[in-house]
């Protein structure tokens, strides 16, 4: 549980720079990585799928949290490294597998390259590592899988009506 200072909130526009100064973090040796790119940014933050962790007002953690084909993705993650190892990306998974159920999904997704030794923090997480492994454009990378117990329809869409016919109890 994230302190009483803090927050996550969808980002704005005028959180993309602090973005992508945290995305540096990541230093992905990939050129073909776009996730730290002002452009990838920009379109994900104008489509609601970047998330920021507030803390009195200053940006600790962004992560970047997509529906796709095959389920929701959560394309970036990265803490500031004076928020690091105090549970706020902890709590970023917990608010990725939110938004997978908003989105109607069941399956939560993140890939990461080999380089970043990411695998236990996403098992701890509840992920499981799909046992391939996969290259990108030469980097080996591992694709990781949440399975998510599926919710009643009704509580993703409360506002949609709902009748039960109750007649043959009495």
Do not use: W
Request: with cysteine; proline share 5%; charged share 25%.
């Amino acid at each position: 549980m994230l302190p009483p200072t803090m927050k996550i909130v969808k980002a704005t526009e005028q959180d993309i720079e602090t973005i992508l100064t945290l995305n540096q973090l990541l230093r992905v040796e990939a050129s073909e990585f776009r996730g730290n790119t002002y452009d990838f940014v920009k379109q994900e933050v104008a489509e609601g799928n970047y998330f920021v962790v507030k803390d009195r007002g200053k940006i600790a953690a962004a992560a970047c949290i997509a529906p796709r084909d095959e389920g929701v993705y959560l394309e970036t993650l990265s803490v500031s490294e004076a928020y690091q190892n105090k549970g706020i990306g902890s709590e970023l998974i917990e608010h990725a597998k939110k938004v997978t159920h908003d989105h109607g999904s069941d399956k939560l997704l993140v890939d990461t390259y080999c380089q970043y030794s990411a695998d236990e923090f996403y098992t701890k997480c509840g992920f499981k590592k799909i046992p391939t492994m996969a290259k990108y454009k030469g980097k080996p990378y591992h694709k990781f899988v949440m399975k998510l117990p599926t919710v009643p329809d009704a509580v993703h869409a409360p506002n949609h009506a709902c009748a039960i016919d109750l007649s043959h109890y009495g």
